[in-house]
């Protein structure tokens, strides 16, 4: 029913939001991932190795991953992590911190098949 919903809503903005995919290039990055779930699908973790989903969505949010991620590393060297992100910039500086250790990824909206697929 949610779905319902937020395909509705889709539909009334989708001329502002065709407008703007169009017109402005950072509107274009991840429409996969956020409309669809297309993230990097990553080998299934064994029995001693736990992964960590961290979101971020803005610029802020992702400079305030890096002491936790930090930490992490340190009291559960064994763990591994992934960083969505909502923003372009967020999504940017997380590739440019983390891009090397682990999967970076626009987080996919609230639609359960986006979701799921992500999931």
């Not at 989708?14 to 274009?28: A, E, G, T």
């Not at 080998?43 to 971020?56: D, G, L, Q, S, V």
């Not at 992702?62 to 763990?79: H, S």
Request: proline content about 5%.
């Amino acid at each position: 029913m949610l779905d319902l919903f937020y395909l509705f809503a889709l539909v009334v903005a989708s001329p502002l939001l065709f407008y703007r995919i169009v017109r402005q290039k950072k509107y274009r990055d991840g429409l996969g991932q956020k409309f669809l779930g297309l993230v990097p699908v990553l080998p299934a973790k064994n029995e001693e190795k736990k992964r960590i989903w961290f979101h971020a969505v803005s610029v802020g949010e992702v400079n305030l991953l890096k002491p936790i991620v930090a930490r992490i590393d340190v009291e559960y060297p064994k763990w591994e992590f992934v960083v969505s992100s909502t923003s372009k910039t967020g999504f940017e500086l997380a590739k440019k911190l983390f891009g090397d250790r682990t999967e970076v990824f626009y987080c996919p909206l609230d639609f359960s098949w986006a979701v799921k697929r992500s999931l």
